[in-house]
């Protein structure tokens, strides 16, 4: 016991106003560009989600294997891996190398390259559901062909999309993703279907995570309008929401049932659970899968792998795929590298990044608990979520009980302690994580909550 009861730390919260002195202190550096960067920069970041970083947007200089440095010359074990790209870690060799050769031969052409065939190449040979792959820049693009190969393929307009997973910023998607309090209870009961953009969403019908009649009822009440039902494996942006003992498999069931695609979101899952991704580690097999991040190990690349009926509706152009940059060589090179990095060993680098996250879960888990705080944890291996809250979440607004203000004077504290961790609690491993990278990581914890 570290001599600390719940309430004794919520109230004092981490020593949130301390720790917020102590790194603005440390940090004026990115203080000044952040201010430079919000006169001709729109909002001051490039993607939304960077401005809630407390106490503000960090700036950075480098960054090599588990570790990250910012301007003001503080450096920090990385956890937040750019938002999940970096399976590798920061500036891995092999694909620097890899990079450099190619960039000497041109960074793109527009045209056909070897590249592209022999990441596709072993793209098939790792993934279950592909016979083929078709190759973009983002996850938010990728998504947009696999919805469009499942309408086409079927005839249908409509998706099933689940409460509080991500697939992009897309309007077609951008729907009931973190839903406010005041929109549920508006809903009445009801799944959460209002866009974050700017369109009412006219095809996606939002059903509940883990919540089997929610999808049977979606069906009944869309007769023959399904196209597909698309969905985070490992809800990885709705605090790595596990699925139910079962619950892939009766997706698996109902899908083929109603004539309607299985798309696997594995944007954040693919390469990062197994090689196979989460089709792999929980051995249920989608027709279509989209992957980003990992497979680009920090370039813009994204794929679609799927079976071939569904893939060679591209072939017979039926549905165009399209993009000036899509196979661009930079990024098949920096993938064709990584791939070779994760596969070379014959599964023990998986093995060993597994160890190292539960690991570090566990420890971060009982140190809390023990200090009286009700903690949560849920992930796999590699990608965990670490939340305040009472009793594991299994929807969406399960998670929105979790206390997501301590939370974040726990990063800020971290932060202090020279550990950086993304805000809503999602912790990415990469395999340049060590042992001592995780037991600094619990000293720093373990500090925090004996001030
Ligand atoms: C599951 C999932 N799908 C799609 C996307 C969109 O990918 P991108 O940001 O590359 O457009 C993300 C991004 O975080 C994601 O987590």
């Given at each position: 016991m570290l001599g600390h009861s719940w309430n004794d730390m919520a109230a004092n919260n981490f020593n949130s106003s301390a720790r917020e002195a102590s790194v603005r202190a440390k940090t004026a550096e990115s203080a000044r560009l952040y201010n430079r960067a919000q006169q001709s920069l729109a909002g001051g970041v490039s993607t939304s989600l960077r401005?809630?970083?407390?106490?503000y947007p960090l700036y950075f200089s480098s960054g090599k294997g588990a570790a990250i440095h910012d301007v003001d010359g503080n450096s920090y074990v990385d956890y937040a891996m750019a938002w999940g790209p970096l399976i590798l870690g920061h500036a891995p060799p092999a694909v620097e190398r890899a990079i450099v050769a190619q960039a000497s031969r041109g960074l793109t052409y527009g045209a056909q390259h070897n590249l592209e065939y022999e990441v596709a190449e072993r793209l098939t040979s790792i993934i279950p559901c592909a016979d083929q792959v078709c190759f973009a820049n983002s996850g938010t693009e990728i998504v947009q062909v696999a919805l469009r190969l499942a309408r086409a393929a079927t005839g249908r307009r409509k998706f099933l999309k689940f409460e509080g997973h991500y697939h992009g910023w897309d309007d077609s998607v951008l729907l009931s993703y973190r839903p406010s309090a005041e929109q549920i209870a508006a809903a009445n009961g009801a799944p959460v279907g209002v866009g974050l953009g700017q369109l009412p969403s006219t095809q996606a019908v939002i059903?509940?995570?883990?919540?089997?009649?929610?999808?049977?009822?979606?069906?009944?009440a869309n007769p023959g309008e399904i196209s597909a039902i698309i969905c985070e494996p490992l809800a990885c942006n709705c605090s790595c929401l596990p699925p139910l003992d079962g619950f892939l498999e009766f997706l698996r069931e109902i899908t083929n049932r109603h004539g309607a695609l299985l798309i696997f979101d594995e944007v954040i899952t693919g390469f990062r659970l197994a090689p196979g991704g989460a089709q792999e580690h929980y051995g249920i097999t989608p027709d279509l899968a989209t992957y980003a991040k990992a497979i680009g190990a920090g370039t813009p690349l994204s794929a679609l792998a799927g079976k071939r009926e569904f893939m060679d509706l591209i072939a017979s152009g039926k549905v165009v795929h399209a993009g000036t940059l899509n196979g661009n060589p930079?990024?098949?090179?920096?993938?064709?590298?990584a791939l070779d990095e994760l596969t070379?060993?014959?599964?023990?680098?998986?093995?060993?990044m597994h160890r190292r996250g539960d690991t570090l879960r566990a420890g971060l888990q009982t140190m809390l608990q023990a200090a009286g705080l009700p903690v949560v944890t849920n992930g796999v291996g590699p990608v965990f979520h670490l939340s305040f809250a009472a009793s594991p979440p299994r929807n969406y607004r399960d998670t929105m009980k979790a206390d997501a203000a301590l939370y974040s004077d726990f990063a800020l504290a971290l932060l202090d302690e020279g550990v950086m961790v993304l805000p809503d609690g999602r912790w990415y491993l990469s395999t340049a994580h060590t042992d001592d990278d995780v037991a600094a990581t619990l000293a720093a914890a373990r500090r925090i909550l004996e001030q």
């Open positions: 401005r809630s970083a407390r106490p059903v509940e995570w883990n919540n089997r009649q929610s999808v049977e009822a979606a069906f009944a930079i990024s098949l090179a920096a993938a064709k590298a070379k060993d014959g599964g023990n680098i998986y093995r060993e």
